[in-house]
């Protein structure tokens, strides 16, 4: 059972911009929870096609990706990186629903990737400061997560990983092999809206597939996305092909998002379906 003080939560929840943002839809404009939390997801879909994070953001020194192993970090070459420490809602809902050993393994995850995708990689004791906790307690995390078969990208560790990808890619890859969201959760530490929105996302590449759109700069342009995950996607998107025909579940995917992204129709021309 989670110990999470649930006034706390609810404390923190109130300060942040989303929950701001809902309140004002409810008091302003006498909204109900859900249809403002609709409105929000709409918003963040349309403004920014990923949920926007700048606040909750440090920059950091840390070991090149480049550095040779052997010698003083001194004497390596160090590049600076920006890290999300808070990731806002999406943090206080791992806390709430799966404690605070879930988040703080879920920001080892979500830190070690943002500075390897920058070209830097964090050592246990860069996580230890950041996390304000022992080194320990950092390589504990590090081996249950890496249990749960996620990719951790830490000075002295990566090399041993070999090809990676992403969380996002790696969530979505689950979802196809069938896994519940509550098996997600656990494995990955991400929350459930979380979960949702990186599935959304893959549902978006299928609609851009499905319309004939397949330049990975095109794709990853039209879903505001880096050009590696466009091309994890398109690798997820193969492995479940049974030759030209898409599988059920791409069908269904492709369903829902046809209704929130409906072709634009020129004129004399049909709508590609």
Not at 49 to 62: D, S, V
Request: aromatic residues 6%.
């Amino acid at each position: 059972m989670l110990h999470t003080d649930k006034s706390l939560y609810d404390r923190s929840l109130e300060k942040t911009p989303e929950q701001l943002f809902v309140n004002s839809l409810r008091r302003e404009f006498e909204l109900s929870p859900a249809e403002s939390l609709g409105i929000l997801e709409l918003a963040k879909r349309c403004l920014f096609g990923e949920i926007p994070k700048t606040l909750g953001k440090l920059k950091f020194l840390c070991a090149s990706r480049r550095a040779k192993h052997g010698k003083p970090l001194s004497e390596q070459d160090m590049v600076r990186v920006e890290l999300t420490l808070d990731g806002g809602i999406e943090d206080l809902d791992v806390l709430r629903t799966q404690g605070a050993r879930a988040l703080r393994q879920l920001k080892i995850l979500r830190l070690t990737e943002e500075a390897f995708e920058q070209g830097g990689l964090l050592t246990q004791e860069d996580l230890g400061r950041l996390l304000q906790v022992s080194s320990r307690t950092i390589r504990t995390d590090i081996s249950e997560l890496v249990a749960d078969g996620n990719f951790v990208h830490t000075r002295g560790f990566d090399h041993d990983i070999g090809r990676s990808v992403s969380h996002k890619a790696r969530i979505v890859d689950l979802y196809l092999s069938g896994f519940t969201y509550d098996e997600i959760m656990r494995r990955s530490r991400h929350s459930a809206h979380s979960i949702k929105r990186y599935v959304c996302s893959f549902g978006r590449l299928l609609l851009l597939l499905n319309r004939d759109v397949t330049s990975v700069k095109e794709i990853s342009r039209l879903l505001n996305q880096s050009e590696k995950l466009t091309r994890e996607y398109l690798e997820i998107f193969e492995k479940y092909k049974d030759g030209d025909r898409w599988p059920p579940i791409y069908l269904e995917l492709l369903e829902q998002l046809k209704a929130l992204y409906p072709a634009k129709k020129k004129p004399g021309e049909e709508v590609v379906r």
